[in-house]
């Protein structure tokens, strides 16, 4: 049975990690005696001191809210598997540009096991040591993204315990899987037990006595008996545990210890905890984060509200880099609801929706799902209870006689534009064609306000488009709809409310969502503009920006690639383009596209055949004799399982997929070991 609060403790936990990420991240790597001088104890964010943005794109975010997904695509179940988790891996990394330190074989524990993966070696052994030696096996990977397995199993730590082998073996062994162990079985038990103690007690329960993590944490344990200063322990972790022991670039050891350490000095306080590992040193974003969301579990969103406000300056926000780049933009609330319910359906549940599967609901404490004031003290954003037609809470929008706007990012912000370290590959979560509906009260007193949208135009400079505007009466509401129209493949970056009236007053947000069939062409816009390549995510060899006159020309050297736009909430549309293959094994357009291997596709081939596939698997073929260097309009139409494709206006697939069908995703262009190109790429509704 769940805990009662699980879906609280759960926000909290996810919460916990990325701000545990956030604050170690701008000095990741750095050792006790750099920090301690140039900066001194880590009790806040110092992203500012370093001149570095707070919300960035990191491993430890983008990988544990990803390799998850396994459970998802495959049918969640307690019985997943380590090979059809390396699958996942498979299907949301792109080689070199999302997620992983891509830093080379035998170097990057992950691109070694990445590469592993890609020639056919499955998992479990494309992690193991047997196949990359100890050093490469043991790194601190397995542990970074360990915490949602530990989330999904509320009260089970020997489930957790078993999810954090078979995931970590993707890319671990030995003492790297017992780490990981240690944290997820905690994780899950933090769900229902309080005492770090009992805690550390269940988790190191599940690995072998004659481990080296355990018996690193015994000895820690002793040391934090005899010795009150954290510093004298982190002292002896260092003689005897260091990198100097445990070499490689990251080893799992050192780091676990720095967690271990931290939770027993940090006196089940968020703040101290995480001062303690983040000014210890090492991998300070990685350690943090594990003890950010294991004290997010633990002790709930009091626990991270009791110290400073940890949560203002990041307003929920987070981004998640892959091939399926609709999900890249998010938000603490969303992933929640997503592990929520995993976990529910695993413990026999049914998933929630809350306010019928809103995009932003605020329906946990506290939360902004993005949306942040443009306006200083003008404008004052705060989730307060009621206020709901369908739920239980609001966001309240206090605002002075002046007004001012609020809004939330649907696409790359343009400070994340130039993103240091790990870049950050997003597609537009709305589009044109698709309808915007929000909800909207009045407090005691009339108030105005408009909803509006920005997208990236001439130069790349934001253009804003003012939406429909009501005028309220006092504690009245309103429901907007708006078809978005007008800016075809003008990336949409922001969606917000601007609030106006000649006195102070208070409008309540309930709740924003957008549906609908997407319905415009995209090709390079007429302005001058780069950004509007960046919609598209790049899952190619080759980069497809270049000097030549297409607006796409797709590059492939080894393999198929796609360039893909668009989200899960597709369903049912069509999509067309006319291409032009050359040199091209295969060459076509895709639907429904969730990843690098997962989607429709129709294809030219080299074999005198056009085929209808579902990733590697054909589902229907005819003879066609293509030509290299013409032009041949395409046009796939996807209907719950019903698949029908066109060339040159001729139907010749009229298919069905009755096995697991992908029910929505994006579009793509796909190609395979060649070059094709084409002007534009057309979507909307299925006929």
């Given at each position: 049975?769940?805990?009662?609060?699980?879906?609280?403790?759960?926000?909290?936990?996810?919460?916990?990690?990325?701000?545990?990420?956030?604050?170690?991240?701008?000095?990741?790597?750095?050792?006790?005696?750099?920090?301690?001088?140039?900066?001194?104890?880590?009790?806040?964010?110092?992203?500012?001191?370093?001149?570095?943005?707070?919300?960035?794109?990191?491993?430890?975010?983008?990988?544990?809210?990803?390799?998850?997904?396994?459970?998802?695509?495959?049918?969640?179940?307690?019985?997943?598997?380590?090979?059809?988790?390396?699958?996942?891996?498979?299907?949301?990394?792109?080689?070199?540009?999302?997620?992983?330190?891509?830093?080379?074989?035998?170097?990057?524990?992950?691109?070694?096991?990445?590469?592993?993966?890609k020639h056919g070696i499955k998992a479990p052994h494309s992690g193991s040591i047997a196949l990359n030696g100890k050093v490469v096996a043991e790194q601190i990977g397995s542990q970074i993204f360990i915490d949602g397995w530990g989330i999904i199993a509320p009260g089970d730590p020997e489930l957790a315990a078993e999810f954090a082998r078979r995931a970590g073996s993707v890319s671990h062994d030995g003492e790297a899987i017992y780490g990981a162990q240690v944290i997820a079985a905690m994780e899950a038990q933090a769900f229902v037990e309080s005492d770090i103690n009992k805690l550390i007690d269940t988790g190191v329960s599940f690995i072998p006595k004659d481990s080296i993590i355990y018996r690193m944490i015994d000895e820690i344990r002793e040391w934090h008996e005899e010795l009150p200063n954290w510093r004298d322990t982190r002292d002896l972790i260092q003689a005897n545990y260091g990198y100097d022991k445990y070499g490689g670039n990251c080893h799992?050891?050192?780091?676990?210890?720095?967690?271990?350490?931290?939770?027993?000095?940090?006196?089940?306080?968020?703040?101290?905890?995480?001062?303690?590992?983040?000014?210890?040193g090492w991998d300070t974003d990685c350690n943090s984060g594990n003890v950010g969301c294991l004290l997010g579990i633990k002790n709930g969103l009091a626990g991270i509200d009791a110290g400073p406000d940890w949560r203002g300056p990041v307003a929920d926000r987070l981004y998640i880099p892959t091939a399926d780049g609709g999900r890249a933009i998010s938000d603490a609330v969303t992933e929640t609801i997503h592990l929520v319910n995993m976990g529910r359906t695993l413990?026999?549940?049914?998933?929630?929706?809350?306010?019928?599967?809103?995009?932003?609901?605020?329906?946990?404490?506290?939360?902004?799902?993005?949306?942040?004031?443009?306006?200083?003290?003008?404008?004052?954003?705060?989730?307060?209870?009621?206020?709901?037609?369908?739920?239980?809470?609001?966001?309240?929008?206090?605002?002075?006689?002046?007004?001012?706007?609020i809004t939330t990012p649907t696409f790359t912000p343009p400070d994340a534009i130039n993103m240091i370290g790990y870049e950050l590959h997003a597609s537009p979560t709305i589009y044109q064609g698709q309808t915007l509906r929000a909800r909207v009260s009045a407090g005691s007193t009339p108030a105005k306000c408009q909803l509006f949208i920005r997208f990236y135009g001439e130069n790349d400079e934001l253009q804003t488009v003012d939406g429909p505007e009501a005028a309220l009466q006092a504690n009245a509401d309103h429901t907007f709809e708006w078809t978005i129209e007008g800016i075809n493949s003008?990336?949409?970056?922001?969606?917000?409310?601007?609030?106006?009236?000649?006195?102070?007053?208070?409008?309540?947000?309930?709740?924003?969502?957008?549906?609908?069939?997407?319905d415009l062409v995209l090709t390079r816009p007429a302005y001058q503009s780069k950004i509007w390549r960046r919609a598209w995510v790049n899952g190619l060899d080759s980069s497809f920006e270049g000097w030549w006159g297409e607006p796409f020309r797709t590059i492939q050297n080894e393999g198929r690639g796609l360039l893909m736009t668009g989200t899960r909430e597709?369903?049912?549309?069509?999509?067309?383009?006319?291409?032009?293959?050359?040199?091209?094994?295969?060459?076509?357009?895709?639907?429904?596209?969730?990843?690098?291997?997962?989607?429709?596709?129709?294809?030219?081939c080299d074999d005198g055949k056009a085929r209808v596939v579902k990733g590697e698997r054909t589902l229907a073929e005819v003879d066609f004799s293509r030509e290299l260097g013409v032009g041949y309009a395409l046009r796939l139409q996807v209907t719950g399982e019903h698949l029908q494709g066109w060339i040159n206006g001729e139907l010749l697939f009229d298919a069905y997929d009755l096995e697991a069908p992908y029910t929505g995703g994006g579009v793509a262009l796909v190609i395979e070991e060649g070059r094709m190109a084409t002007d534009s790429v057309t979507v909307k509704a299925a006929s």
């Open positions: 049975m769940l805990p009662n609060n699980y879906l609280e403790k759960v926000y909290a936990g996810v919460l916990g990690k990325i701000i545990g990420v956030y604050l170690g991240r701008p000095f990741e790597g750095w050792r006790y005696e750099e920090i301690m001088p140039k900066l001194g104890e880590i009790n806040y964010y110092v992203h500012d001191k370093l001149d570095r943005p707070l919300i960035v794109t990191d491993d430890d975010i983008s990988g544990t809210f990803t390799f998850i997904r396994a459970m998802q695509d495959y049918g969640i179940s307690r019985d997943i598997t380590a090979e059809q988790i390396g699958d996942t891996w498979l299907n949301y990394l792109i080689e070199k540009k999302v997620i992983l330190w891509w830093g080379g074989n035998g170097n990057s524990t992950e691109h070694t096991a990445f590469l592993r993966l799992m050891v050192p780091n676990h210890a720095l967690i271990i350490s931290s939770l027993l000095y940090g006196d089940d306080d968020f703040q101290k905890s995480l001062m303690i590992v983040n000014t210890s413990a026999g549940e049914a998933p929630i929706s809350p306010k019928n599967g809103a995009r932003f609901h605020f329906e946990l404490p506290g939360s902004v799902q993005g949306f942040t004031s443009e306006d200083g003290e003008r404008v004052r954003i705060v989730n307060v209870e009621g206020h709901s037609a369908s739920g239980e809470r609001s966001l309240a929008i206090n605002y002075t006689g002046k007004g001012g706007r003008a990336p949409i970056a922001q969606i917000g409310f601007e609030v106006s009236d000649d006195e102070p007053g208070t409008i309540y947000l309930d709740y924003v969502s957008w549906d609908g069939t997407p597709w369903k049912d549309y069509q999509v067309s383009a006319t291409i032009t293959p050359h040199m091209a094994k295969s060459a076509g357009i895709a639907a429904r596209v969730q990843g690098m291997k997962r989607y429709y596709a129709l294809l030219l």
